[in-house]
């Protein structure tokens, strides 16, 4: 058991050097070994937890075809696992990698596989992040009409309205109904409805100034002024 656990701190600790290196070739250095000596242990977790990392790593650098690859792996080992927190943060990682390159449609086909594992499982918090992502980035999908772009917008609003019923219902962190009033706002104010954006924006600012969130009041501030 000693030498298994020692192990696993080596393996934890190439990863971390991994995912802390400046050059795709120092971070395969690091990768590469650490999940060797995963696979060599059966530590399915581990695995899925590098082998995520190496597929956002291939969606950054756009090799898709072994993103695709990696992915399944991770997919099939969670399967396994019956983990149901790790699919959703692993889920949530892919969609993440894929919005970083500008790809919002594809990135929230994942979130919304996210979204219903978990719902599922009751995972509230994630829940509402996932809400908030699939809303912002519903609204950043390019279109070919202004009535798509306002359908998106729609979406996004269905998005955020219930994400702060998640909110509300579960008793989240104030910032976070903060940010999801905040983000209907901003939508809004892509539709010209600029007296729904404001009051959304007077509603963020007060729960930002009630818990002293300083950054929040500022970003909420300068889309005011933007109306104002």
Not at 164 to 187: C, D, F, T, W, Y
């Amino acid at each position: 058991m000693k030498e298994l656990n020692q192990t696993r701190e080596k393996i934890k600790l190439l990863f971390e050097a991994g995912r802390a290196a400046k050059t795709r070739e120092e971070f395969l250095e690091k990768i590469n070994p650490a999940l060797k000596m995963a696979q060599s242990i059966k530590d399915y977790s581990l695995q899925v937890e590098i082998q995520t990392s190496l597929a956002c790593s291939e969606i950054l650098d756009g090799n898709w075809q072994q993103f695709r690859s990696n992915a399944s792996v991770v997919m099939n080992l969670l399967k396994d696992l019956e983990d149901p927190v790790l699919e959703v943060a692993v889920l949530y990682s892919f969609g993440e990698s894929i919005g970083k390159v500008g790809d919002f449609a594809n990135s929230n086909i994942w979130y919304e596989k996210a979204l219903v594992i978990a719902r599922k499982s009751n995972q509230f918090k994630p829940i509402a992040d996932l809400l908030a992502m699939l809303g912002i980035q519903t609204s950043q999908i390019p279109t070919e009409t202004r009535l798509e772009r306002l359908h998106n917008f729609g979406e996004s609003l269905d998005y955020f309205r219930e994400g702060l019923e998640v909110v509300i219902e579960h008793n989240l962190p104030l910032r976070i109904k903060a940010m999801m009033i905040q983000n209907s706002g901003m939508i809004h104010m892509n539709m010209g409805n600029k007296d729904l954006a404001l009051n959304d924006y007077n509603l963020a600012l007060e729960i930002a100034e009630e818990i002293e969130d300083n950054s929040l009041k500022q970003e909420i501030v300068y889309n005011l002024r933007l109306i104002t």
